[in-house]
């Protein structure tokens, strides 16, 4: 497993060293978050870019489950054993690296200010090479993962047309801004059915933000509603590889471009990051 590991960096080795951390977020679940977390990383891998889903979502990831995955070692792995995060790092055909969170993942509190500082310190050993780190939260906000969310360079809102999942993606952000006024929204609309609902639940959410917080909210992108989707969770294996010329993969397809072009105009700082989870997580 170690000569793996060593494997693994050497092949990033190129990497940018300004590597991206994004926090994809829901007000509630079943709203499609980490479907998009991962067909947008997969786009992105395509896209020639070097990406990291971690699976931080409580009790519940599932992000190797919709990969078709079975992951070896997970976080609590990582912490429990003294690991290195090389060894927990899963590499799959598609380019894709992904960490598990594992079924026991369990809140922060309950884990030793020695595993934290083995975590952070394994966190640190990722600058150099990923351009996009994305970490998959659970739904709703706990205190464990608001120190994730708040550290990370921007936060990618996921939510649908539904009324209740837009009430709750505006109090998500909400109770975000109200702890860092700013971090950047981006957000994304899911399963649409039509172009004119799709137009309306951003305008409903864009409105909202700026009456209320006086916060820019910006449409990263729209997914329809797509049959291909439901197909591709039974089958476990991502819709934008199960069915690249479907209208999901490519609005997924859009989505990844127009934040590559979004994110070259943000300067990055993974030190940033790690500096500031240090200081929310030591600070509980």
Partial sequence: ????????????????????????????????????????????????????????????????LI??????????DMLNNQLSVWEIIEEGKDGLHTIAGGRNFGLLTEITEE???????????????????FLDMGAGATEAALNFVLSSHEILVVATPEITSITDAYSMMKFIYIKDKNLPFYLVINRYENEKEGRETYNKLKHVCMQFLDKELICLG??????????????????????????????????AQAYVGAAADQKASYTSFISRLKSLIFER
């Fill in 1 to 64: 497993m170690i000569d793996q590991a060593a494997s693994l960096r050497k092949q990033l080795m190129n990497s940018t060293e300004r590597a991206r951390v994004i926090s994809v977020v829901s007000g509630k679940g079943g709203v499609g978050k980490t479907n998009v977390t991962v067909n947008l990383a997969l786009s992105l891998a395509q896209m020639k870019k070097r990406v990291l889903v971690m699976d931080l979502d409580v009790g519940m990831g599932n992000v190797d």
């Fill in 115 to 133: 595993m934290l500082n083995h975590f952070v310190r394994q966190l640190e050993e990722l600058e150099k090479f990923y351009d996009f780190i």
């Fill in 67 to 76: 990969l078709g995955r079975r992951s070896n070692k997970h976080i609590m």
């Fill in 222 to 255: 729209k997914i329809p509603l797509d049959q291909s989707v439901l197909e591709s969770v039974k089958k476990q294996v991502p819709f934008t590889i199960l069915k690249p010329a479907s209208l999901a993969s490519k609005a997924i397809s859009g989505l």
